[in-house]
């Protein structure tokens, strides 16, 4: 009895391999959205330059609007692929092929690593938010410059923090 107990609570852990592949899924097809943004800010852009286009609106703000959240989008997707990786490595199997490659970004051994690595990934994507929220900000007072500024301070504070506690 203990023996088929403990197979089957064992092989509960597959069930795992439901958020690797949803993870998968969603990594990809934020990739794919990500870029069909950049394409689409691309063309608007061409359009823009060459006089076809009516819409006559500030391109160069459309254009680093697109790309910086296209960039926020490729760093949440990177965070879903590296948690799949982890995910499959901690709780399925490690992955055999990797071995033929010297990328270590995605090598996992312990949940603590995947928190960690998840971490600074999603600190990054936080940046970048903030970033695109700067560049549509209205500074109207010397109270808006002032939070302003404690922002980047605190985001520099805990980048110099994260940056700090990791091995280079």
């Known amino acids: 009895m203990k023996k088929i107990f403990e197979t089957i609570l064992w092989n509960t852990r597959l069930i795992v391999i439901l958020a690797v592949i949803l993870s998968l899924v969603g990594s990809v097809l934020l990739f794919i959205v990500a870029s069909w943004d950049i394409i689409h800010a691309g063309i608007k852009t ?17 254009l680093l609007n697109a790309i910086i959240s296209s960039i926020d989008l490729y760093l949440i997707a990177v965070v879903l692929l590296i948690f799949s990786f982890g995910l499959y490595e901690l709780f399925i199997t490690k992955i055999s092929i990797k071995e033929l490659s010297n990328i270590k970004v995605l090598e996992i051994h312990t949940l603590d690593q995947l928190k960690d690595k998840l971490a600074k990934v999603i600190v990054m ?3 970048v938010a903030f970033f695109s929220k700067v560049l549509n900000m209205d ?3 010397t109270l808006d410059m002032i939070y302003f500024a404690i922002s980047i301070l605190a985001l520099s504070l805990g980048l110099y923090f994260l940056h700090k506690e990791s091995k280079h």
């Open 139 to 141: 500074v109207k007072s």
């Open 46 to 62: 061409i359009g823009y330059y060459s006089g076809s286009s009516p819409d006559q609106d500030d391109i160069h703000n459309l």
């Open 125 to 127: 994507a936080l940046i």
